[in-house]
């Protein structure tokens, strides 16, 4: 077996800017065993979806057992439901106000849905003013609380064109003074896409943002993703259960490994093991990330496959 190439972890220059923040996406698993957050790692950083929350009537409260909740809207779980949306924006602000997220976002319009009475896919330009529409209403409506939480705008757009139009509106009304994130990625295939856009638009903008739904692929390129993120979230630490497998990232080798523990381990013994070993994972991929050099020009953009992830039977 081939050795991998030790990569030894580098302390973030804190004078330089904030740490890059990985948010885990919250699933219903977690849901039902709230008692194993106890064993999480003591960053406990989550991102949970009002969709998720909300019972058709009202929204359930999180647990209290993370040190920062991202509170996403939900409304891309909601129109990929087939369904119109169940809550507006201000029955989610009232829920923002009342349980006080460390970070919330208001209900954007994500890309490629269609309206379900006429049929037809909704225009880049309905989607754009519908979001703006939506986060100013949100913004407004948590202005008592904007000292407790963090409100989040949203650029939605299939173009780099489309996100900076999104991003001069939204700015035209002072909705752009807090965080900024970056909608509709997680449908785009091709990580080069994905890393191409977020490059292009934080040069045009001099800002930093967070990305929503983007997995540990766009750290594989020669890209310092720092220069242009502020926190991603992802859902594919919870993926390898799916076949019974945990992904175990090894130190000091700095090596992934599936164990095969279909049948060996309770499943809140599951949850746990890959909810901390990813973290570990994408805590090495940030600091090595975070040594690169800044600034990488896009016309010296290139790419590096991803280490296998190497199987070990037991």
Known sequence: MNQKKFYPFIKPNTSENKYLKFFPVMNQDLFQFTTITRHLKKRRRILISAWSLFDGKKFKLFPRSFSEIFLDSGAFSMMSSGKKYHYNTKELADFVVESLPTIACPLDFPLHFHD?????????????????????????LTDQVKKEVTRIAVLQGETVEDYLLCYDLLKEQGLTNEKLAIGSLCTRKQTSEIVKILAKIGEETKRKFHAFGVSAAIFSTKYRIHDYLESFDSMSWFYPRKFGRITVFLKPTNRLVELNAKNELTAQEFLVCLFNNYQEYIDFLIQKDFAKAKNTRLDSFLFQNMPKIEEVKT
Request: negative net charge.
């Open 116 to 140: 379900h009475q006429t049929k037809t896919k909704y225009s880049m330009e309905f989607a754009i003013n519908q979001t703006v529409e939506n986060t100013r209403e949100f913004f407004d």
